[in-house]
T-cell receptor, first 116, second 113 residues
Framework: NAGVTQTPKFQVLKTGQSMTLQCAQD?????MYWYRQDPGMGLRLIYY???????DKGEVPNGYNVSRLNKREFSLRLESAAPSQTSVYFC???????????????FGPGTRLTVT | GQQLNQSPQSMFIQEGEDVSMNCTSS?????WLWYKQDPGEGPVLLIA???AGELTSNGRLTAQFGITRKDSFLNISASIPSDVGIYFC???WGSGNTGKLIFGQGTTLQVKP
């Protein structure tokens, strides 16, 4: 999975509980991304970080917070989990590609979250 | 917001057949990417396209970046059972590595041996 690790792999939460999903990369990239994947909807960007200490909202940021305290790690936090946040969460980093203008992204193995 | 329409939603084909799927958008994209996802795994990049009109191959896979920059297609020739999975198109807008990806809904491919 292109030097991206995610923990945990599976998690079950009750409505209202909080948790943090962890993502770490060993490729020394500035940018990191969090996506969620729901059946029949492809992947949607939640938040991204262009560099250490900076974060920006993606397409579906509501209900989430992120933290990029160092270059290697990008965490996603659910403060008060809701059933609508049941999903598979993927972290991604840029690839190097064959072009100097490469915009490819490579994904971690995912965290499968169920909120009951 | 920007949307990608991917079709077909699913395909069930015989081994050895060729497959074609496409993505269209109402917006212009700088880059088109095609991913494959196996069950329980993250998406894996198959092909990346950077210029309008570009045609790129990767083994039995061929993809094209539409001239209008609003569409792309992926062809798989002589399908085999390991081609089974979900295929996603993705378009990137914005500049540099801060650009955001928009994904299509996916095409689920099943191959009958």
């Amino acid at each position: 999975n292109a030097g991206v690790t995610q923990t945990p792999k599976f998690q079950v939460l009750k409505t209202g509980q909080s948790m943090t999903l962890q993502c770490a990369q060993d490729m020394n990239h500035n940018s990191m991304y969090w996506y969620r994947q729901d059946p029949g909807m492809g992947l949607r960007l939640i938040y991204y970080s262009a560099s250490e200490g900076t974060t920006d909202k993606g397409e579906v940021p509501n209900g989430y917070n992120v933290s990029r305290l160092n270059k290697r790690e990008f965490s996603l936090r659910l403060e008060s989990a809701a059933p609508s946040q049941t999903s598979v969460y993927f972290c991604a980093i840029p690839g190097t590609g064959s072009s100097s203008l490469s915009y490819e992204q490579y994904f971690g193995p995912g965290t499968r979250l169920t909120v009951t | 917001g920007q949307q990608l329409n991917q079709s077909p939603q699913s395909m069930f084909i015989q081994e050895g057949e060729d497959v074609s799927m496409n993505c269209t958008s109402s917006s212009i994209f700088n880059t088109w990417l095609w991913y494959k996802q196996d069950p329980g795994e993250g998406p894996v990049l198959l092909i990346a396209l950077y210029k309008a009109g570009e045609l790129t191959s990767n083994g039995r896979l061929t993809a094209q970046f539409g001239i209008t920059r609003k569409d792309s297609f992926l062809n798989i020739s002589a399908s085999i059972p390991s081609d089974v999975g979900i295929y996603f198109c993705a378009g990137q807008w914005g500049s540099g590595n801060t650009g955001k990806l928009i994904f299509g809904q996916g095409t689920t491919l099943q191959v009958k041996p």
